[in-house]
């Protein structure tokens, strides 16, 4: 038996049968270990250095210094925060002599191969510390090219971001970049900036610029902002008040043109054209939002304003904290002039406005902006910035969207409601909320920027695993609250699987990724990424098409990866190759068959392929029946003696017998049912996890890693080893309680 713990720390010691207090203990745990930090906003310059669709930062330097020379030198500069011992593979693509520093340790060397080959791509290891770390490029100038890409390996699931260093820039997000010198100033020379001080004590310049020409500062706030417009444009300003008691509060300013200001989203200013203005008394108490909406006219575009409580000035303050920007305003446009827009609409972190440009056409979108050169607001996932085994460390997974995390807010919608406890669900719709409010504006900025600060895996749809399972969770959470945004992403996760997902001849759904180790490739774990999204979709929308299609593609993937001698499932088929990889991984396995209970659920009775799902659920089950261990758990590689036990295939496995046995789907072929080895299978399995996987704190013990794939068991046995609070195995271990405790309370009904 793999030993995980001492019994004595043991949820089962600590608890015995009680189911419930575990599943509480579970859900707890994770609840409180993962706090909902949000979004992180941060001022962002659009002429600093912008991501690849790929997520690789674009520093060519030859267009944004044209005056250097051959030969000429340039620095490019930032700083990664790490919430604790982070490693990932960094990917370096140089177009000309590049020298890549990691905390003063030279990384990376070009070599001239490197520096000739045009599609030369390096990796790069990085293992950053705990705090600051600071990554500096060096890169020289020939006929060749000047400058590099660099950037993580799998950016949107290891996302790096990068914040701007010295004093001077202290929150800014992005890279600087230095002007040419003709000299190397840092590096081999074994000196280096300080990102802890000032640009000047560099002593270089650096880019983007932060400050304003004296010539634009003069300019009114939003003509120095958007320009003067050929035609009538509007644009927002946004602050606020605060008053520790009820303050009565006078406004006085100028404005340039026509003019609209709202207290709280009453309107306190609506003056018809340019001039002063002064309101009578209103009344503050507490945080007050102040939206001041602004028509460009003859003489400018903009407008000044003050508060007053009687004599004494009263500062206005930010409406939500934007590092590496000192002021109190935050600013969005233009917009038409006659857009029809709500102080409540406008008023929001989540939403775009439609955007005009200066001569009143339409331009896109447009977000909010600081009062400074072409820096905008840019929020930021800087939660749990996953490391090459999956880990998080001590920081919160809240906000982010990726699928492990799927199954993790399923858990916990279903786990409230078997415990009738609001609070957890309460926590799990506002992870997903916060993923589905901003998808409009992660879109934008995926447009914008190049590659999205937010939602990475949504919005850079690429592969199942990117959508599927988070997009399921949603759906449950769309089936509770009845909430219509979640239709809207589920719509276009739709369309990708239904009309543009790689499929074989057949139209069974395999991973096309030229360049990449699993290009024409066919996972097992593809079933959960696909069905149970596309059975809540039918569930969501009525569409017929998604069901038929989650089951087209079970039997499907069984012609490929069943293995009928053991009745278990090859991890994956690789065309490549022409054959399966006949490893049966314990979570692939897993996988298939928690998701075949979750289709065959919301399959209707008369579906034409219903009695073949059937058939192969039972076949299934029996194959993995018979693999069970003494401890009640499963094997890594369920059919190899010596792998370990791992905790999230059992709890998959329980889950499925426990729902086969409660739906009354389980039967020995001959008509009989065969239910009370399966539910007897199924409480083993959970005592086992309560046992030795999940202790009294509720940390949960032996779910191995993500994983790749082989054609050696020894990959799986001996690379891939567990991992404490590993995100794939925390939400089927709630999932797997309340399938126990449904089963023993059915059992209990009908004994």
């Excluded at 990691?102 to 510390?129: G, T």
């Amino acid at each position: 038996m793999t030993v995980y713990m001492e019994p004595r720390d043991s949820a089962r010691y600590a608890f015995g049968d009680d189911d419930r207090r575990i599943l509480e203990l579970l859900s707890g745990r994770y609840v409180g270990a993962n706090p909902p930090v949000p979004f992180a906003l941060r001022a962002f310059s659009k002429a600093g250095v912008l991501q690849t669709s790929e997520g690789l930062y674009d520093m060519d330097l030859s267009e944004r210094l044209p005056q250097a020379t051959i030969g000429d030198y340039a620095y490019l500069f930032g700083l990664v925060w790490s919430d604790g011992e982070r490693a990932i593979d960094g990917l370096v693509e140089p177009f000309g002599p590049t020298r890549l520093y990691l905390n003063a340790e030279q990384l990376y060397r070009s070599s001239a191969v490197d520096e000739m080959k045009p599609d030369a791509r390096i990796v790069v290891p990085l293992l950053f510390r705990r705090g600051w770390n600071e990554l500096l490029i060096e890169v020289r100038r020939t006929a060749a090219g000047f400058g590099c890409r660099f950037g993580a390996d799998e950016a949107k699931v290891r996302i790096l971001n990068v914040l701007s260093p010295f004093a001077d820039r202290s929150g800014s997000a992005g890279w600087v970049f230095s002007q040419a010198t003709r000299s190397a100033l840092f590096g081999s020379n074994g000196q280096f900036p300080d990102g802890r001080r000032t640009e000047e004590d560099s002593g270089l310049t650096w880019l983007p610029q932060t400050r304003w020409s004296a010539e634009r500062q003069a300019l009114p706030n939003m003509e120095r902002l958007y320009g003067r417009p050929d035609r009538a444009v509007a644009a927002y300003g946004w602050t606020r008040l605060e008053t520790a008691r009820p303050a009565s509060i006078v406004l006085r300013g100028e404005a340039h043109g026509p003019t609209s200001i709202w207290l709280n989203e009453r309107l306190v200013v609506d003056l018809a054209e340019a001039g002063t203005f002064r309101t009578s008394p209103l009344t503050v108490s507490g945080s007050a939002q102040l939206l001041v909406r602004t028509i460009n006219g003859s003489k400018g575009w903009g407008f000044d304003l003050e508060a007053f409580e009687g004599e004494r000035p009263r500062p206005f303050l930010p409406p939500a904290q934007v590092h590496g920007y000192q002021g109190v305003w935050l600013y969005s446009g233009p917009v038409a002039s006659d857009a029809d827009l709500s102080p409540a609409s406008v008023c929001s972190l989540s939403s775009l406005l439609p955007s005009v440009n200066t001569l009143g056409s339409p331009d896109g979108y447009a977000y909010w902006t600081v009062d400074m050169p072409q820096t905008r607001v840019r929020p930021f996932y800087e939660n749990a910035m996953l490391s090459n085994k999956w880990t998080t460390g001590a920081s919160t997974n809240y906000g982010r969207w990726d699928y492990p995390l799927g199954v993790t807010m399923y858990g916990l919608l279903r786990s409230a409601r078997t415990l009738k406890r609001r609070e957890l669900s309460d926590y799990a719709l506002s992870h997903i909320r916060s993923c589905a409010d901003m998808y409009a504006y992660a879109l934008w900025d995926r447009d914008e920027y190049g590659f999205p600060s937010v939602n990475q895996q949504l919005v850079m749809m690429r592969m199942l695993d990117n959508c599927g399972s988070f997009g399921s969770a949603m759906l449950e959470a769309h089936a509770e609250t009845g909430d219509e945004g979640f239709l809207r992403i589920a719509g276009d996760i739709a369309e990708f699987m239904l009309r543009k997902l790689e499929r074989r001849g057949d139209g069974a759904f395999y991973r096309q990724s030229p360049g990449e180790y699993f290009d024409d490739t066919m996972w097992a774990d593809d079933l959960y990424m696909s069905a149970p999204f596309l059975s809540r979709y039918t569930a969501s929308t009525g569409s017929q098409e998604a069901i038929d299609e989650a089951a087209k593609q079970f039997l499907l993937f069984r012609r490929y990866l069943f293995m009928e001698d053991q009745r278990i499932m090859s991890h994956v088929f690789d065309f490549k190759y022409g054959q399966p990889t006949r490893i049966p991984w314990g979570r692939g396995n897993g996988w298939v068959l928690f998701s075949l209970t979750e289709l065959l659920e919301k399959l209707p009775s008369e579906h034409p392929d219903r009695e073949r799902l059937l058939d192969f659920f039972n076949r299934m089950c029996a194959g993995v029946l018979a693999l069970q261990g003494e401890s009640g758990l499963w094997r890594q590689v369920l059919n190899e003696p010596e792998a370990y036990e791992e905790a999230s295939c059992t709890a998959m496995f329980a889950y499925a017998f426990a729902r086969g046995v409660r739906y009354g789907w389980l039967d020995n072929g001959d008509g009989n049912s065969d239910a009370a080895s399966y539910a007897a299978a199924a409480v083993k399995a959970w005592r086992g996890l309560t046992t030795v996987a999940i202790d009294r704190q509720g940390n949960v013990h032996g779910v191995c890693s993500g994983s790749r794939y082989s054609y050696s068991p020894d990959y799986y046995m001996y690379d891939l080893r567990t991992v404490v609070n590993d995100n794939h195995g925390i939400g089927i271990m709630m999932l797997a309680g309340v399938e126990i405790s449904l089963l023993k309370s059915s059992e209990a009904c009908n004994g």
